[in-house]
């Protein structure tokens, strides 16, 4: 593995290894965590893959292998050390990131891949959130080794689970039947099902600066906005890519800024309240890219990793100017 600094860029190749996720660690600043899978995720194992920078580039600082690809990582929101992966083998993983060897425990009940895991953001609560390939999606307490609650509803795959930053025990998530849901734990049912696209949706999110307002990327290569108190039509369309969104994520600095990931091999960056919303594309990638993060302790900061083998961290000229 090879880590350079060309340019802004800081790079790191880690070969035979797909790029699925990548999420900053909400600690330490600088730290980042990558799920991987060997073969575009089809076949062989899984790596989860923990980052951190310095001056030369970035460093490799610790690296876990499982026994089928990983296809998505969150941070605990409690303890610095703990991350959770999913895999295509239908199983949640607990990791430390103190220990050389792991997991430390092992979630398996969803019966087909897990393509999405989050842990909850709100505080008074330490809950995971997965989506499945089995059209469910579960709800866990990573101290306790089952899951407390199962969501039916979606009938596809689930791509997409992602807890609401603002509002305790609810969660929304995308899925191949081409609807965006938003759950309630409480109620352990749908709340509100929006028919977001014509196709199938890859990703969703929550804008941190608007409780009501969510983000949804499709197949149909667009991007739409959708306020919970109208989901009769989007608040916003966000045309450019010329392939699937594979990943959007609103920006945690900028109320109207997001970015976007594509099988076009692109990374974009929007501002949904401008005339012309494209603020900047990204085009260092040359395979589909699949993982998307932007910086809470550094603004300007960005990651992504692809299926060409790298994972890179940069500052895109449209979040270092002023807006």
Known sequence: MSGARGGAVRTLRVPGRHGYAAEFSPYLP????????????????????????????????????????????????????????????????????????????????????????????????????????????????????????????????????????????????????QTLRIWDVKSTGVRIVVPAHQAEILSCDWCKYNENLLVTGAVDCSLRGWDLRNVRQPVFELLGHTYAVRRVKFSPSHASVLATCSYDFTVRFWNFSKPDPLLETVEHHTEFTCGLDLSLQSPTQVADCAWDETIKIYDPVCLTMPA
Do not use: M
């Not at 970035?58 to 876990?64: A, G, I, M």
């Open 30 to 177: 600088g730290r980042l965590a990558c799920a991987a899978a060997q073969h575009y995720g089809i076949a062989g194992c899984g790596t989860l893959l923990i980052l951190d920078q310095n001056e030369s580039g970035l460093r490799l600082f610790r690296s876990f292998d499982w026994n089928d690809g990983l296809f998505d990582v969150t941070w605990s929101e409690n303890n610095e050390h703990i991350l959770v992966t999913c895999s295509g083998d239908g199983s949640l993983q607990l990791w430390d990131t103190a220990k050389a060897a792991g997991p430390l425990q092992v979630y398996k009940e969803h019966t087909q891949e897990v393509y999405s895991v989050d842990w909850s953001q709100t505080r008074g609560e330490q809950l995971v959130v997965s989506g499945s390939w089995d059209q469910t999606v579960k709800l866990w307490d990573p101290t306790v080794g089952k899951s407390l609650c199962t969501f039916r509803g979606h009938e596809s795959v689930i791509y997409s689970t992602i807890w609401s930053p603002h509002i305790p025990g609810c969660f929304a998530s995308a899925s191949g039947d």
